[in-house]
């Protein structure tokens, strides 16, 4: 199936720890994001890489470094994990430049719990 | 800076009531505009889109016109179904912006039989 998966689907984790959170896509585009979406369903962009190179950073905390090995992935790594961290973090991605508007594919999401 | 503004939900309908979720945008240039959905537990996926003025877009039965003049893009359905609950997200990309969508609020549409 072409797609965009994420893993892993839920986390649970303890505060100051240190996690990831994987995305792969398989649609051939060059250009990836990472949304977080808060509890009363709020999204917001975090991230965006397009061909590997990182091209919007939306004012987030250090302690969130994403990256990219290819333009098939886009990791999320979170340092020093707050409570205020807990959401579900999407994965997106689309093919710059394309005729038409730049149509985002999202992946299914991954809850992440702080405790 | 570009936003999106939509109408506060709850909404709750009845089966084979008509849907309108209203959507107002602020942004320079001419923005494409989106309507995606987001059922429980999953991702988002595309609803509709359209990329200029007086651009209609429709997907089962689901239609939203870009109105330039009112800045809306209000999303309409004549007939909803139980499978229709679901949140629904107006979003745009502006011009320049490296491809980011920013997205309304979300409104929660729950439809009872």
């Known amino acids: 199936d072409t797609a965009v998966s994420q893993t892993p689907k839920y986390l649970v984790t303890q505060m100051g720890n240190d996690k990831s959170i994987k995305c792969e896509q398989n649609?051939?585009?060059?250009?990836m994001y990472w949304y977080k979406q808060d509890s009363k369903k709020f999204l917001k962009i975090m991230f965006s890489?397009?061909?590997?190179?990182?091209?919007i950073n939306e004012t987030v905390p250090n302690r969130f470094s994403p990256k990219s090995p290819d333009k098939a992935h886009l990791n999320l790594h979170i340092n020093s994990l707050e409570l205020g961290d807990s959401a579900v973090y999407f994965c997106?991605?689309?093919?710059?430049?394309?005729?038409?508007?730049?149509?985002?594919?999202f992946g299914a999401g991954s809850r992440l719990t702080v405790l | 800076g570009d936003s999106v503004t939509q109408m506060e939900g709850p909404v709750t309908l009845s089966e084979e009531a008509f849907l309108t979720i209203n959507c107002t945008y602020t942004?320079?240039?001419?923005?494409?505009l989106f309507w995606y959905v987001q059922y429980p537990g999953e991702g988002l996926q595309l609803l509709l889109k359209?990329?200029?003025?007086?651009d209609k877009g429709s997907n089962k039965g689901f239609e939203a016109t870009y109105r330039k003049e009112t800045t809306s893009f209000h999303l309409e359905k004549g007939s909803v179904q139980v499978s229709d609950s679901a949140v629904y997200f107006c979003?745009?990309?502006?011009?320049?912006?490296?491809?980011?969508?920013?997205f309304g609020q979300g409104t929660e549409l729950s439809v009872k039989p």
């Open positions: 890489y397009n061909n590997k190179e990182l091209i």
């Open positions: 942004a320079t240039g001419y923005p494409s």
């Open positions: 997106a991605s689309s093919q710059m430049g394309r005729a038409g508007a730049n149509v985002l594919t």
């Open positions: 359209a990329t200029k003025a007086d």
């Open positions: 649609l051939g585009h060059d250009t």
């Open positions: 979003a745009l990309t502006g011009s320049n912006q490296g491809g980011k969508l920013i």
